[in-house]
Structures are given as C-alpha cells and as structure tokens.
C-alpha cells in the first residue's frame, strides 16, 4: 500500500531538504520512492509544495487531491492552504508559525485569525506545535524543517532507518550536531 | 549502486555513461540542473551558452566533428533553437547528438504550455520520452548510439515532473567512446538546394527505417493484463498516472506504453489497440498519439474525456475514464491570502521599478526574468511580456504604434517606451532588437537591469559575469561597450544605482525626454548572491518609532522585510539587507541604515 506525505510551506523554509533526508531515509528503509517538488520561483517567497510516496511499488510521483495520509505544513495558513490534498482520517502536521505573504505586510489583506483552532476543529488528527520556537531555542530557526521532520517520522513509527546516518550524510558537517537536536526535540513533541 | 534522483540529475548521469563529450544549455526551469549536473562531469566539455540556438549550435558543430554532444532547453528555447534543428534533421550526425527539451504542462514556471512533441513530428527528429528518472538515464545513454545508427539528433522530450521528480536509479558506468573520425563531406553537411534535396529524400528512407525499429524497440512495449477488456497507450509521467488510476483493478488492465514517441509504432499500435475491446490514450495537453491513433482508422477515448489544459494526475485520469468518485477530504474555512513570488528584499530591481512606477504617462515593455515580478502590486510597472529579448523589439512596435496614433481620443496617452531586460536576456536575444532600434529610430529607453547574474533561474552564469560555468574564470562583456557598438550614443549609455533613487532621476529624466535610443544599466548585483549576502550580513535598515508618522509610504516599495503590525511599520532583521530604498522614500527620516559592511 502506498502512503502519501505532502509538505508545504514557504520558499525559503527548507522543505525541500527535509523532504530529500525523507526520501533517501525511506530509500534505506528498502521502500521504492518517488519525491515530486515544485520549486520553479520557490526562492522568491512563494509558496512550495514537495510530495513523497513510498511502497512496495509507487507509479505517480504525484499526490492527487484528498489522498495524502499526512500533510505537514510548516505555516500555518499554507496548511489552510492545501488541506484539500489530506484524506479523510489523514494526520496533519502544523508547525504554529507566521509567515506574512505581501498583500497581508502591505495591509490589503488580513492574516486570518484562529488558523489552529480552525484546522484542529475540521481535521481530528491534528498535531500542532511551534517548530520554529523549538529550532530557535536550539540556536538556528533555519532548523525547523528538520523539527518537524524529527516529528513526522517519529509519528509515522519510521524507525527502521537510522535517520541521525541519513542527516550525516546530507547535511554540512557544521550544522550536524544542531540537526540531530532539532530532530530529537521534533520527535519528543510525539511523547 | 542504487540512489534517488531527479529526472534531470539521472539525464546528467545518462549522458555521463553514455559517452557524451560536449554538453550546452541555456538555462530554464525546468531543464536548468541538467547543465548544472553534466558540468559536475569533467570528461564532459559543458558551457553555457548565449542562448538555446547558440546551444544547439555549438552540440551540433562538436557532432559534426565526432563527437557524442547535447544541448538542452526548456520547451520555450526550442522556438529559439528551431532554426538549427531543422536542417539538422537533414544533415544528421557523425558522433551521436541529443537536444533536450523540457516541457512544462501546467504553466509552473512558464509563459506558455506548448507541446514539443510536435517538433519531433514536423523536424522528423527521432523522440524519446522518459517515465521515470531510471529512464532519463538509460534513454539518454541509449540515445547517443541511436542517433549514430540512425544518422538523426534525437530529441529528448521530459516534462517538469519528470525533471523535478526523484525516483530510484540503478547507476552504471561509463563508457569511454573515441571521438569519431573527421572527414569534409559538403554533401552531407552543407546544406544548399543541390545537396539539400538528396538529404531530403535521405529523411524519407530514414523514417521508414525508424518507424521499424519504434515498431520493435524496447522503448515501446505491451504489458499485458490479465484480461483484454481495457487497453491504455500513455507515454512520459502519463503511465505512472494511468498505472495509479487504475491499480486497483489488479494486473486486469493492459497498456502499451510508448518511450520511442517518433516516428510513433503504427503495428505496435494497430496489434494492440485490435486485442482490447475498449483503447484509451493517456497523455498530458496535446492529442499526439491519439491522433495518430485515428490517423491508422482506430477508434480510441482520450481528448474528449481528459483535459487539454494543465498537467494531469492519477487522480483527473480516474475521474475521466472511470468516472470514478474522488476520495473525501477537507476544508477548512480560512481564506488562505495569496502568496506569490516576489521581489526579494534587497532586490536591485526594486528601485528602478519603483522610480518607473511615478511615470504614469509611459509603457514598459518588459522580459523574461525576476524583474517581471515588478507587474504586481503595489509596484504596478510592466505592459506587456512577451518571450526572451522581446522588451527593446516589442518596444519599438510600442513606440510606433502611438507615434501613428497621436493625441488618443480614448485609453491612455503614451509619451514614452521603456524597455526592462535582463543582463543575461540582454545577451541572450535583447543584442538584435537593440540594434534594430537604433538602425530604425524607435526612440525606446532601455534599462538594462544588471543583477550579475541568471538569477530567476537559480543563479547560472553568463556572458557579463566573467566566470564559465565550471567557475573558470572568462572573458567579461562590456554592457556599456556592447551598447555603444550596437549603435547608441556613448552620451546616452548611462549607468545608473538602482539603490540610489536621488542619483537615477536625473538619468531617468534624461532618457525619457529623448528623441533616439538610451540605455540605462543598473549597477547593483543580486542580493541572494552568497559574496553579496556575506558583504551585507550586518548591514540593515531600523525604524526609529519616535520620527515614523505612520504614513505607510514605505509600504509603496513591496518589500517583503516591511511589516505594518500593531500600529507600527516593522523592518524583518533577518531578511534586510539594508538596500535602504524604503528609508529613501520615507518623508520624515525614520528610516535609517545601521550596521557595518563586511569586507
């Protein structure tokens, strides 16, 4: 059976690297694998959306609407966003954080208010938290994809992988020790 | 040995073991990381080239000479590119040559959603077309043999979410092919009406002899099912749709799934489409194979039931053919604000947009590049886009226009044409237009917007930075000369601080009362740029609360580093780079630039 995972977010936000430690922890693991993104202007602030799926044998490397089993979002309104993508039953993964797009700075639109409140009400399994404070707390907020990744696989009872080797080896050197904390405090959100 | 790869990475790779000498590329979204990878290969000579003809071009001279070469491109390069694979097509190869097109259904990072297959099919070029990352690289290591058997360029036709997708690929090594000899043979490559002609007749005798060989390749093959009820044809990431759509029903459904796309298999589909009792043609925006298909007097469902437009997924092809209810999901009321892509903070091309923007009497013909993003609100600036180098051309038919119309009795009187370009559009296509401005007094002021780099591609390099794109040091063109020799005055070649609003009015002012061709260069490179980043850390702009009235005036500059919360305009530390473009606009002196530059 093929299991879904969407994880969006802002460009600039490293979903995109938390998604390749995820891809390649799963490639270990034995699963076949296939990771779409979609990053053509990601840089300049938008918003980014990168899909996984694994199984046994996995055809589309796109996730069809309504049919991710996880979606983690690292902004909230991003979640509000593409929560459409989530199955009935799915699990959502929110990091409690606040990006502005332009036309909220500029004042022409509002930040909805009660974004968490809204989500948990609609979705039952809602595991929402600040990833961003967590990662922060830790030295870096640039270390929040991999707080939330940390959460997510812990969730998924991914353990079969050895992930502190898979971020060894996509990670620099420098910022190894910071990403293994972030990943260990992403999983004890799970405790 | 066994690794996760984009489509584009494992083309890199493909062509690495498939013996490839000479590698070219204009950068696209999203072909870019194609170039970026085989560059990563040293037995691989790998440029950038100007643009995607030049490219083409260069691949097609080192196959020429015997070597194995490619170029690549998204889908829109190959129009600019089209010229040369034409006559390609008659010259063929000596060592084997590929031109790689990406296409981009569903507009992801694209002015529009041509089909290159048609291409393939009106070049007479032989086309592959990939369905997972494991086939970018055995097709494209394929490739170059075939294209010498064949005496043909191939073309290699993947869409973004083959590029921009990783699958698992099986790695292999590469094999070490001599460079071919070289002998003149003008017959063959020369192409003038008399020997043209027989290269002509050449093509023909070769389509029939690929027609066989698509007929009976491993490229195209039937995966029969269980049962003979549902036949699918689908090529590219099409046949991973059409497979999930219809997984559920087991190994019951039968496909023919199609990787050699020209000459297209006629037998092939004619046996298998008489063995199923119902045929479907999965394929993303153009009928390609479906109307082929009818073409052999088969009847098959596709068009009518599957999208033209936009890319497709396992999902609208369940809905389509099956008409198959889709899963239940959620939705939540919040209305998320839109988010698109922006100007960066720090961005050098906010402020000659923004002193553009106080022009309300002008046209902006614009390009291909970050500088586009300036359309948006609250900058506004920005009438039209049209396709690489078209600003300054595109221009020109501006100024014309409203020179013949005179005093509008209705819509907006215009009394000047801008042009907004690129420096690496400017070398890519803006060159010609130029000149042409010039040599046919179209009176259009061109800014030229000099970032030092191919940014919204990701950052490659180009003919006015200096490095190769293995970081060698170069050659750097001269805008400023460039334009000069392009015919305009040296007086009327300005280069201009776009992070000084003060000091570019004047110059402004200048070229928009002039009556022949002005070129104003800005001089700021591009702030994500890691030298240009490390220079700036510490510097940022601060509000100082006690001057600030509140006005929101700073707000007109779109920078995404200024907030108005709480009752007070906030600047974000982490994402200013202290351009200070907001604090120049600022009526009371709130703003102000704090911090040091780092050497």
Redesign the interface.
Known sequence: MTKSIILVGVGGQGTILASKVLSVGLMRAGYDVKMSEIHGMSQRGGSVTTHVKFGKKVYSPVINDHEADILVSFEKVEAARWIGYLKAGGTLVVNDYEIHPLSVLTGEAKYPEDVIGKLKAEVPNTIAFNAAQIAAGLGNVKAQNIVLLGALTKGMKLDETDWPAVLKDLIPPKLYDLNIKAFAAGADQLK | M?E?MTGNEAIARGAWEGGCHVAAAYPG??SSEILENVSQYKEIDSEWSTNEKVAVEVASGASLGGARALAAMKHVGLNVAADPIFTMSYIGVNGGLVVITADDPGF??SQNEQDNRWYALHAKLPMLEPS?SQECLDFIRDAFELSERFDAPFLFRVT??IC?????VELGERTEVPIKPYDRDPKKCVMQPSSAKPRRYFIETREKDMREFSNNCKYNRVEWGSERKIGIIANG?SY??A??AF?DMGDSVSFLKLGFTYPLPDKLIEKFASEVETLYVVEENEPYIENFTRQLGIKCVGREKLPAVD?L????V?GALRGSE???????????????????PGCSHRGIAFALSKYKDIVVSGDIG?YT?AVM??LNVTDSVICMGASISAGSGFSKAFRKAGEPASGKKVNKVFGMIGDSTFFHSGITGLINAVVNKSPVALCIVDNRITA?T?HQENPGTGRTISGEPTQRIDLVSLCVACGVKPENVRKIDPYDLKSMEKDIKDAYNADEVSVLITTQPCA?IKDVQRKRANVHCAVDQNLCIKC?GC?RV?C?A???RDGHIEIERSMCNGCTICAQVCPKGAISQVGEFND
């Open positions: 066994k996760i979204t999203p992801f990072s997972d973004t979410r921009h997708s990783k699958t698992i990431v991973q749709h497979r999930e997984e890319e997924n396992a999902g609208i369940r889709s899963a239940k999901g959620y939705s939540v009321d919040v209305v998320s604000p839109p988010r698109p892509p922006v100007l960066c970050c993003l609100p609250p919204m990701g994500l929101k707000m779109g995404p200024l907030s108005f």
